[in-house]
């Protein structure tokens, strides 16, 4: 791609845990992502940064399988790999947590943390372990603001409900964590407290590609990141050789440049 | 059960036939189908749909049941062919819903109308009568006293372990409370739908079968939309959103249990059928009211120490509507 100059984009290491390579998605006549290939290091934190209508959301469901690609292949630790479900990409160890959360208000929060993973002595659900096991997971990540993991999530905060749903990808025993915009919608101290966590998650030696548009945040925890504009990835750099004030004039800039040419196509 | 128990002793204090035994067979009697098309509507609304085919399932089965009877099957196997048959109904509500999209609601009221179409072309309108060797079975499904109320409350008590305590129960509350977010979790939505959808259909089916022979009769004007619509406001009166994730066959159980209340009492009232309707009606809006206002009462209370507590606080708003 003639954009993609050398200065722009971060060398592929022979440790990437993740590569998406030429993805291309369609949806009729609509074209959501162009040719994006996107790579994660194993154990890192990228940060995927772009306006709404980018594509970042389109990417993160095909990596996780709720969506396949037009074209383009994706290669999980040196093998390529294929997901026509969630539940065969959760399989080879990537999930997911939505900005909805997919969390189930009327259930409780140990039952939510096993949803579609429950263990069962045939018939009946194993409702005591796991409760045992929810609240032993949350302990250990440092999950303390809530009462009891017999609360309904119905009752809970938006802080609260995102770290269950973080919680519960990490209970799985996930390699890759996709967060969509974890910390839209957060006070400053609950967008502090979901920071810790994916810092945690990090340390636990899980992969994370994280989705947000405040740059700030984004800097503090991420190692790497990348924007996509218009379906494609135009910049990709270490968090250390850039800052808010570049990402934001990048966004700007092709702000700036789309109402330019409308201008100039009206006159 | 807290409007249950009110319902009673005001009639028990009013009524004095209220409390004897016929009165007690006369509830016992009338609940019996109602609880078993309420374990089903229960199933559908707690997933997030509707089913007014059953009503019309419960017209039809007998019909079938006679024909397999005819056909030289043992009655049992009839009535377990027939329950079968039946619950390709629910199928067909399931498929329509699920893969063509088309709003519950509109379904089952167009498969009901089939289904009753077809239930009066075979039957040419014309009552009949049970075939004469399945009366000895009969008298376990349905003719007895007692016998209906026995299979809606054992069927009641396997329904509630299924909903509270297995994975179907699970996924079928998340398919109701958050269907996006069930699928996002992989939960194959579309089948807990169709599942729950047949199961409804076989307890109308099982439940009409209970009635011709409660009735001695099978009758083409049995059933249709009027159970459907009693039904369905026993299981709301119990407990279960017209929304979809929330619902409790116990709930559904007592609320049955007040609709029969009300039926039997005012009965031994004296007063008629005609301002039994207003009454009825009237009532069942003051109930609602009273579970509205009573869950809001308890959403408020959770907040204050629940934590010591095993059970959730919906749990508890369950408990104290039954």
Same mark, same amino acid.
């Given at each position: 791609?003639?954009?993609?100059?050398?200065?722009?984009?971060?060398?592929?290491?022979?440790?990437?845990?993740?590569?998406?390579?030429?993805?291309?998605?369609?949806?009729?006549?609509?074209?959501?992502?162009?040719?994006?290939?996107?790579?994660?290091?194993?154990?890192?934190?990228?940060?995927?940064?772009?306006?709404?209508?980018?594509?970042?959301?389109?990417?993160?469901?095909?990596?996780?399988?709720?969506?396949?690609?037009?074209?383009?292949?994706?290669?999980?630790?040196?093998?390529?790999?294929?997901?026509?479900? &969630?539940? #065969?990409?959760?399989?080879? !160890? %990537?999930? /997911?947590?939505?900005?909805?959360?997919?969390?189930?208000?009327? *259930?409780? =929060?140990?039952?939510?943390?096993?949803?579609?993973?429950?263990?069962?002595?045939?018939?009946?659900?194993?409702?005591?372990?796991?409760?045992?096991?929810?609240?032993?997971?949350?302990?250990?990540?440092?999950?303390?603001?809530?009462?009891?993991?017999?609360?309904?999530?119905?009752?809970?905060?938006?802080?609260?409900?995102?770290?269950?749903?973080?919680?519960?990808?990490?209970?799985?025993?996930?390699?890759?964590?996709?967060?969509?915009?974890?910390?839209?919608?957060?006070?400053?101290?609950?967008?502090?407290?979901?920071?810790?966590? &994916?810092? #945690?998650?990090?340390?636990? !030696? %899980?992969? /994370?590609?994280?989705?947000?548009?405040?740059?700030?945040?984004? *800097?503090? =925890?991420?190692?790497?990141?990348?924007?996509?504009?218009?379906?494609?990835?135009?910049?990709?750099?270490?968090?250390?050789?850039?800052?808010?004030?570049?990402?934001?004039?990048?966004?700007?800039?092709?702000?700036?440049?789309?109402?330019?040419?409308?201008?100039?196509?009206?006159? | 059960?807290?409007?249950?128990?009110?319902?009673?002793?005001?009639?028990?204090?009013?009524?004095?036939?209220?409390?004897?035994?016929?009165?007690?067979?006369?509830?016992?009697?009338?609940?019996?189908?109602?609880?078993?098309?309420?374990?089903?509507?229960?199933?559908?609304?707690?997933?997030?749909?509707?089913?007014?085919?059953?009503?019309?399932?419960?017209?039809?089965?007998?019909?079938?049941?006679?024909?397999?009877?005819?056909?030289?099957?043992?009655?049992?196997?009839?009535?377990?062919?027939?329950?079968?048959?039946?619950?390709?109904?629910?199928?067909?509500?399931?498929?329509?819903?699920?893969?063509?999209?088309?709003?519950?609601?509109?379904?089952?009221?167009?498969?009901?109308?089939?289904?009753?179409?077809?239930?009066?072309?075979?039957?040419?309108?014309?009552?009949?009568?049970?075939?004469?060797?399945?009366?000895?079975?009969?008298?376990?499904?349905?003719?007895?006293?007692?016998?209906?109320?026995?299979?809606?409350?054992?069927?009641?008590?396997?329904?509630?372990?299924?909903?509270?305590?297995?994975?179907?129960?699970?996924?079928?509350?998340?398919?109701?409370?958050?269907?996006?977010?069930?699928?996002?979790?992989?939960?194959?939505?579309?089948?807990?739908?169709?599942?729950?959808?047949?199961?409804?259909?076989?307890?109308?089916?099982?439940?009409?079968?209970?009635?011709?022979?409660?009735?001695?009769?099978?009758?083409?004007?049995?059933?249709?939309?009027?159970?459907?619509?009693?039904?369905?406001?026993?299981?709301?009166?119990?407990?279960?959103?017209?929304?979809?994730?929330?619902?409790?066959?116990?709930?559904?159980?007592?609320?049955?249990?007040?609709?029969?209340?009300?039926?039997?009492?005012?009965?031994?009232?004296?007063?008629?059928?005609?301002?039994?309707?207003?009454?009825?009606?009237?009532?069942?809006?003051?109930?609602?009211?009273?579970?509205?206002?009573?869950?809001?009462?308890?959403?408020?209370?959770?907040?204050?120490?629940?934590?010591?507590?095993?059970?959730?606080?919906?749990?508890?708003?369950?408990?104290?509507?039954?």
């Amino acid at each position: 791609m003639s954009t993609q100059s050398a200065e722009q984009f971060t060398q592929p290491t022979d440790d990437d845990i993740l590569r998406v390579e030429h993805i291309s998605k369609r949806y009729g006549a609509v074209t959501a992502l162009v040719d994006v290939s996107l790579r994660l290091e194993r154990g890192e934190v990228l940060g995927l940064i772009g306006d709404n209508g980018a594509g970042k959301s389109t990417l993160i469901k095909i990596i996780c399988g709720f969506q396949q690609a037009t074209s383009g292949r994706m290669v999980l630790n040196g093998e390529e790999v294929t997901f026509s479900s &969630v539940t #065969q990409a959760r399989a080879a !160890g %990537i999930d /997911v947590v939505y900005q909805d959360l997919a969390l189930i208000n009327q *259930l409780t =929060v140990y039952h939510n943390m096993f949803l579609n993973r429950e263990p069962v002595r045939w018939p009946l659900l194993r409702n005591k372990l796991m409760r045992q096991e929810a609240q032993k997971a949350l302990d250990s990540m440092g999950i303390k603001t809530l009462k009891s993991v017999d609360q309904e999530v119905a009752s809970l905060s938006g802080g609260q409900r995102q770290a269950i749903a973080v919680a519960r990808s990490v209970f799985s025993d996930s390699k890759v964590l996709l967060l969509d915009e974890p910390l839209a919608a957060m006070g400053v101290k609950e967008g502090a407290m979901i920071l810790d966590l &994916v810092r #945690q998650v990090k340390q636990r !030696g %899980i992969s /994370v590609i994280i989705i947000a548009h405040n740059y700030g945040q984004v *800097l503090e =925890v991420c190692d790497r990141v990348n924007l996509l504009q218009g379906g494609r990835i135009t910049y990709d750099k270490y968090a250390k050789d850039t800052s808010v004030e570049e990402l934001t004039n990048m966004v700007v800039a092709e702000y700036r440049k789309a109402l330019e040419e409308r201008q100039r196509a009206a006159s | 059960m807290l409007i249950a128990v009110i319902v009673f002793v005001y009639f028990a204090l009013t009524v004095p036939e209220f409390v004897s035994h016929g009165s007690f067979v006369n509830i016992a009697e009338y609940m019996g189908p109602y609880v078993i098309i309420g374990i089903g509507l229960v199933l559908v609304m707690v997933c997030g749909e509707i089913d007014l085919s059953v009503g019309f399932v419960w017209t039809l089965s007998p019909f079938i049941m006679h024909f397999f009877i005819d056909s030289g099957f043992p009655t049992l196997l009839a009535i377990v062919v027939s329950v079968l048959v039946c619950s390709l109904i629910g199928l067909l509500n399931g498929v329509v819903t699920t893969i063509f999209g088309v709003p519950s609601l509109i379904t089952t009221l167009a498969v009901g109308y089939v289904v009753f179409g077809y239930t009066l072309t075979i039957s040419h309108a014309q009552q009949i009568n049970l075939p004469a060797q399945s009366v000895g079975v009969g008298r376990w499904f349905g003719a007895e006293a007692w016998s209906e109320i026995i299979w809606a409350s054992v069927l009641v008590l396997l329904f509630h372990v299924l909903l509270r305590r297995t994975r179907w129960g699970l996924y079928t509350v998340s398919v109701g409370g958050n269907l996006l977010g069930a699928r996002e979790a992989g939960i194959k939505v579309n089948g807990i739908k169709i599942g729950n959808f047949m199961m409804c259909s076989s307890l109308g089916a099982l439940a009409g079968i209970l009635e011709a022979f409660k009735n001695d009769i099978i009758d083409p004007s049995a059933g249709q939309l009027a159970v459907v619509l009693t039904g369905i406001a026993g299981a709301v009166i119990g407990g279960t959103a017209m929304l979809g994730g929330v619902g409790t066959m116990i709930g559904m159980w007592f609320g049955m249990l007040v609709l029969g209340e009300l039926q039997d009492g005012f009965n031994l009232k004296g007063i008629s059928a005609y301002t039994y309707l207003i009454i009825e009606g009237a009532a069942i809006i003051v109930f609602m009211i009273i579970n509205t206002y009573l869950s809001k009462l308890r959403g408020s209370g959770r907040l204050v120490g629940t934590s010591s507590s095993r059970s959730t606080p919906r749990r508890k708003a369950a408990r104290a509507i039954d």
